[in-house]
């Protein structure tokens, strides 16, 4: 995935370099999934793309356990 300058501008250092580069590794390893079936590091890559996501998010977190137990 390509970004343009002013898409990457709202980041900045290490963001940045996350934001760049992080779609790359995930289809490397998705790749590498496909040809040994082993996914473990794809889902670490989406784990990682999850935490960044809601570290910058600027909504809350929606809590699914909190909301199964107030709705019985």
Known sequence: MV??????NVFQGKDSLF????MDWYLYEL??????????????VVDMIQ??????SKTPVID?????????
């Open 31 to 44: 790749n590498h999934g496909v040809r040994s079936n082993d996914w473990k590091e794809a889902d670490k």
């Open 19 to 22: 934001v760049s580069k992080i």
């Open 64 to 72: 699914n356990q909190k909301i199964s137990r107030t709705s019985l």
């Open 51 to 56: 935490i960044f996501q809601q570290a910058k």
């Open 3 to 8: 970004f343009s300058r002013r898409q990457l």
